[in-house]
């Protein structure tokens, strides 16, 4: 029997890290990297005696969240407790939420494959602690506990089992993360585990109501390995139960280099984890008041970012949802958009060459190293003829490496344009000279020999001939 007999059916579980300064239940740091446990005090050790204090900052972020993914905001919410061991685990359980979330009830949305909006419905966001994190040794002879993540704000983002195929996991991580981006509760920095999402796959047979055995692939941090991880989830179910197995219900570690997954546990249920209320935390009442003074204050959304861009902007459909799907993308568009009031030039920028780099080199848009200045003056240099858009390219590939003033990067390059009308014609007069065949073909009616001698113009010059100037000028010179 083929994938065609088979539905899929994905769930996934998005943790996203705060962008609060401090963690959830003390004063410490939460910024990324620095040296192991050196973030950390005796409330995020764990150490005898210590209580914690909930960051109001946190809450206020999870509301905004839930605002901004059209949930319903409980007024009346509690943090419990989550047992399990792990060595990264300081206290041996973690404060969560259980039965009391902050939100609940929620949607995103998306486009299936027929380009309809389909809602992604969320069941719940509540929000916890991090864990630490381990560092093995590469050789098997230990490893070794870094407590500076733990007791980091996540929010959790629990979606319902409504998204049936890898792009539309895709799709909706993309959304998700460009909403919390532009509410700014989180940086989602993939590569640095600020956005990870564990990933629930089962497969049915079409028509049947009820759902499969499902596995969960844990803390994933790439749409590339998420989209790869669920395709071959996908694969891998199919063949046990085409072969007369069961699929059984557990935990496994997706590895990107073999592309295969491993189990890891047997899948954990809720009574596992003897979830209780936390006896060291106050609940948690949010008033009328507090609710709506968040929502008056939401940043604006993709969805309505997209609709000024089309009114605003003069954009098409296509031009407005990929530079809406990034927060990064769309305010650097509008940002060099302000400077050099040219929108069309910085859309057909971003969506075609930065985005070839970026594709090219597996970078997500916050990592683009240049600045919104950066990009409008090589706009403005081309609009001056002092470069062309072939040196354009070329300086762009250089923002990439060793960002700073294009204009210094011509300078320095040597890729000033040249306009002036002896030189290009000095050129013109020796490739004509130089190329007897294709003059004749030109005469004789093929316009693509003009293309070539153009060709060999720019060749000659290393590209920096304004080509405008060229065309005319061997027009000029072969209609005598």
């Known amino acids: 029997m083929s994938k065609e007999n088979y539905e899929v059916v994905i769930g996934l579980e998005v943790h996203a890290e705060l962008s609060t300064k401090t963690k959830i239940f003390c004063s410490c740091p939460t910024e990324f990297g620095g040296t192991p446990n050196t973030h950390c005090c005796p409330v995020c050790m764990a150490m005898p005696g210590t209580l914690p204090v909930l960051n109001e900052r946190v809450v206020e972020y999870a509301v905004k969240a839930g605002l901004a993914t059209n949930c319903n905001i409980s007024r009346n919410s509690k943090n419990d407790r989550k047992n399990y061991f792990y060595p990264d685990l300081p206290k ?37 602690e991090d864990a630490g994190k381990l560092n093995h040794d590469e050789f098997g002879r230990g490893s070794l506990v870094d407590l500076n993540r733990a007791g980091v704000p996540l929010i959790e983002i629990v979606s319902e089992p409504d998204i049936r195929s890898s792009k539309e996991a895709e799709d909706y991580l993309r959304k998700l993360k460009s909403i919390l981006e532009y509410i700014e509760v989180s940086d989602c920095k993939m590569q640095e585990g600020s956005l990870r999402a564990d990933v629930n796959v089962s497969i049915r047979k079409k028509g049947q109501a009820e759902y499969g055995t499902r596995t969960e692939m844990k803390n994933m941090n790439s749409f590339r390995s998420i989209v790869r991880g669920i395709e071959y989830e996908i694969e891998r179910q199919i063949d046990v139960i085409e072969n007369g197995g069961k699929v059984e219900q557990e935990t496994l570690r997706w590895d990107d280099v073999s592309g295969r997954t491993f189990s890891m546990r047997d899948k954990e249920d809720a009574q596992d984890y003897r979830y209780f209320p936390d006896p060291d935390l106050v609940a948690i009442r949010l008033s009328e008041e507090y609710i709506e003074n968040i929502k008056n204050n939401l940043p604006e959304l993709p969805e309505s970012r997209k609709q000024r861009y089309l009114k605003e902007y003069k954009l098409t459909e296509k031009e407005a949802n990929i530079l809406t799907g990034s927060k990064y993308l769309s305010d650097l568009f509008e940002g ?5 009031n040219n929108p069309k030039a910085v859309a057909n920028w971003i969506m075609s060459d930065i985005a070839k780099v970026l594709n090219e080199k597996e970078m997500e848009p916050e990592e683009i190293p240049f600045t919104k200045e950066h990009l409008a003056e090589l706009i403005q240099l081309i609009e001056k003829n002092t470069i062309n858009g072939t040196i354009g390219k070329k300086v762009l590939n ?31 007069l020796k490739v004509i000279c130089a190329n007897p065949q294709s003059v004749s073909d030109y005469k004789g009616g093929k316009e693509k020999a003009l293309g070539f001698l153009v060709g060999q113009a720019m060749k000659e010059t290393k590209g920096k001939a304004n080509p405008q100037m060229l065309n005319q000028m061997f027009k000029d010179e072969l209609s005598k």
């Not at 990439?400 to 002036?420: C, V």
């Open 336 to 340: 060099a958009t302000n400077i050099c």
């Open 92 to 128: 041996a359980y973690q404060i969560s939420q259980y039965d009391m979330p902050l939100c609940e009830k929620g949607y995103v949305e998306i486009e299936d494959k027929e380009g309809n909006i389909k809602k992604i419905r969320l069941n719940r966001i509540h929000i916890e």
């Open 398 to 428: 250089e923002l990439f490496e060793n960002p700073h003033s294009p204009s210094k990067i011509i300078e320095e390059k040597g890729w000033i344009q040249i306009s002036d009308e002896g030189a290009i014609k000095e050129v013109v």
